[in-house]
């Protein structure tokens, strides 16, 4: 023990001694007033050393010297009661109580004092510390982020509790709101309870929220889900304290404050983001990634950067997108932009695809760029046939001329069994990677096929949070339409993993999950909103779009699923994929392309595959 310490215990100690003697004085000053003489001082002093003797080993035993009072809570002062009780039982006890010269008010009196200047002396200490915390709290007012604390049990209680008592940690509770009714406009440690969590976005409105904090450690991933997703439909983060049992071990405390992770709240086991795999066949080489500036080509970008990689180029056509990506990424890069470029390149341009590959001889590609909107490549089949299957030509012929190690195709479940222009350029483009695959003897050519990712650009969810803020009918073209969701960050790591196993020839697939129907996202979406589906925003059943199927598949009727090194990447195996492009196909193709031929191109692509077959 310290001197510091040694010196604060009788410092304590001091001190209690010293009420504890004007405890009992002042006991005595009230029962007999001024009048007290020679008969009342001579038991007062016979019994003050024995009171302030008895009352220090009491409080010495209870450990009242080992005790930070400035975190005192109800706990401690529960056993402040017990301790200046038991020792004034104690006294009373020793003390001659018979004597009619020291009464038994005397002794209650000195027991009330006692509480009333020992628990006095605590309670300033822990006043003390919350004025100079809140002090704190009020110098960094500008600088903390105003959070909507969900849940007032007792993880909220002690949450705020919490925040207040350090606000360093950078957080001041503006509301809570909780699911019971009758908690509505109580007051926890000063925040009022403005509601149910179905008030959620008029609560973050009023409060100019920055966050919402999930305080209900027990909850279920349904209810996290819920809550999670209520907050995107606001634009809002959404944190969460640890769970319940890494609360009980000790593991974890309640300012451990983290993001909610999307993972766990889509009924997914999560996949652990281990990329030492990857980073084993991909370290030290060049990355091309094309659709740089979309959803799937930008998470590429990040990831790739965390491979070690001598140098990822991004590329797309969008230079706004590229600009935005550039502006994100080289922050993270600690001033080393030489590992990451941003080109603007069209991949349908030969001479701009081989002025790529001659300026940084690309290892690994990954392609990701092509239109992706079923409705409008149905009204410019020309465009879509260009970009996505000739576009993928061009990158595969740079690829094999400037002996790439690896190129992955970024492909669609809407590839398998095409209902529309879209898909089929994407099946083309897989065959014509199965096509390079036999011709290839340095690069190996893959392709990975997956659903829709949840947040990407254009996707059903912003489009439905639109509709809802304009107060528009949400617009579903089928009741019985599902789709496959899967987060990207997930997607991309299965991608990159998929990319740095394959042998060449492979069409992969992922592990998507379960389909989800639209219109029932549709109506969580309206009840997260804080309305209700039909009454406040009804549902638009609006019928198929040109070239829309009610669901998808991730394989066809004569393919079949077999299992690789991991747990969620799968190949697929069949006649369909064996089918190989000739030579021909594509000089037919761009000619017609050439001269504007719509109809020409639509016959084309209707004729039998097979019959071009090398």
């Not at 440690?189 to 305080?215: K, Y």
């Not at 990040?302 to 990822?312: D, F, I, N, T, W």
Request: aromatic share 6%.
């Amino acid at each position: 023990m310290d001197g510091f310490m040694i010196f604060k215990k009788v410092a304590f100690t001091a001190t209690d001694a010293l009420l504890a003697g004007v405890a009992l004085s002042a006991a005595f000053l009230f029962r007999f007033g001024t009048d007290m003489g020679p008969v009342q001082i001579r038991p007062l002093a016979v019994l003050l050393p024995l009171v302030i003797a008895v009352k220090i080993v009491v409080f010495v035993l209870l450990n009242f010297y080992s005790q930070l009072w400035r975190y005192a809570s109800m706990k401690e002062g529960l056993r402040l009661l017990y301790g200046v009780t038991a020792a004034s039982l104690l006294v009373a006890l020793l003390a001659p109580v018979q004597q009619p010269r020291i009464p038994l008010t005397i002794l209650f009196n000195d027991w009330l004092l006692t509480l009333l200047l020992v628990g006095g002396s605590r309670f300033l200490i822990r006043v003390r510390f919350d004025f100079t915390s809140a002090r704190a709290a009020k110098e960094l007012a500008g600088k903390q982020r105003r959070a909507v604390v969900v849940g007032a049990g007792q993880a909220g209680s002690a949450l705020i509790k919490q925040l207040q008592l350090y606000p360093k940690k950078g957080y001041t509770v503006v509301a809570l709101l909780d699911d019971d009714p009758a908690k509505k406009g109580l007051m926890v440690h000063g925040v009022r309870v403005a509601g149910s969590t179905s008030m959620m976005p008029g609560a973050v409105a009023n409060h100019t929220a920055d966050e919402v904090i999930l305080a209900i450690p027990s909850a279920t991933h349904q209810i996290k889900r819920r809550l999670a997703l209520q907050c995107a439909e606001v634009g809002i983060p959404c944190k969460t304290v640890p769970d319940i049992a890494q609360l009980v071990d000790g593991k974890a405390s309640l300012l451990q404050i983290q993001e909610v992770n999307m993972k766990k709240l889509l009924g997914r086991k999560e996949t652990l983001l281990d990329f030492s795999g990857a980073i084993r066949s991909l370290k030290g080489k060049t990355i091309l990634v094309t659709g740089a500036a979309g959803s799937i080509g930008s998470e590429i970008c990040r990831q790739a950067l965390e491979l070690e990689p001598k140098m990822v180029i991004g590329v797309d056509i969008s230079e706004n997108g590229l600009y935005l990506l550039e502006e994100e990424i080289y922050p993270r890069l600690n001033g080393h932009k030489l590992n990451f470029e941003a080109r603007v390149v069209d991949v349908k341009s030969g001479h701009a695809v081989e002025r790529l590959f001659a300026t940084y001889s690309p290892d690994i590609v990954f392609h990701a760029a092509a239109y992706k909107h079923v409705p409008m490549m149905e009204r410019h089949l020309l465009e879509a046939i260009e970009n996505n299957l000739l576009g993928t030509q061009t990158l595969i012929e740079a690829a094999q001329r400037h002996n790439a190690e690896r190129f992955t195709l970024i492909s669609t479940d809407k590839a398998v069994n095409p209902a529309n222009y879209m898909g089929l350029s994407k099946q083309l483009s897989e065959k014509a990677i199965k096509t390079a695959a036999r011709q290839s003897t340095q690069t190996k050519f893959m392709a990975v096929r997956f659903g829709n990712v949840i947040g990407s650009n254009g996707s059903v969810i912003p489009k439905f949070k639109r509709q809802i803020s304009d107060g528009q009918p949400i617009t579903v073209t089928h009741p019985g339409m599902t789709r496959y969701f899967m987060t990207i960050q997930e997607a991309v790591y299965l991608v990159i993993h998929a990319a740095a196993m394959g042998n060449g020839g492979e069409i992969l697939i992922l592990d998507v999950g379960e389909p989800v129907r639209i219109i029932d996202l549709a109506r969580s979406m309206i009840t997260l909103s804080g309305l209700e589906p039909e009454k406040d925003i009804p549902i638009k059943i609006t019928g198929l779009r040109p070239g829309e199927k009610l669901y998808e598949q991730l394989t066809a009727e004569d393919e079949s699923v077999g299992g690789t090194e991991h747990p969620k990447i799968f190949q697929v195996i069949g006649n369909a994929n064996d089918q190989l492009l000739g030579d021909g196909f594509f000089d037919e193709l761009k000619a017609i392309i050439a001269s504007g031929n719509e109809r020409k191109l639509r016959e084309c692509l209707s004729k039998d595959r097979t019959a071009r077959a090398a």
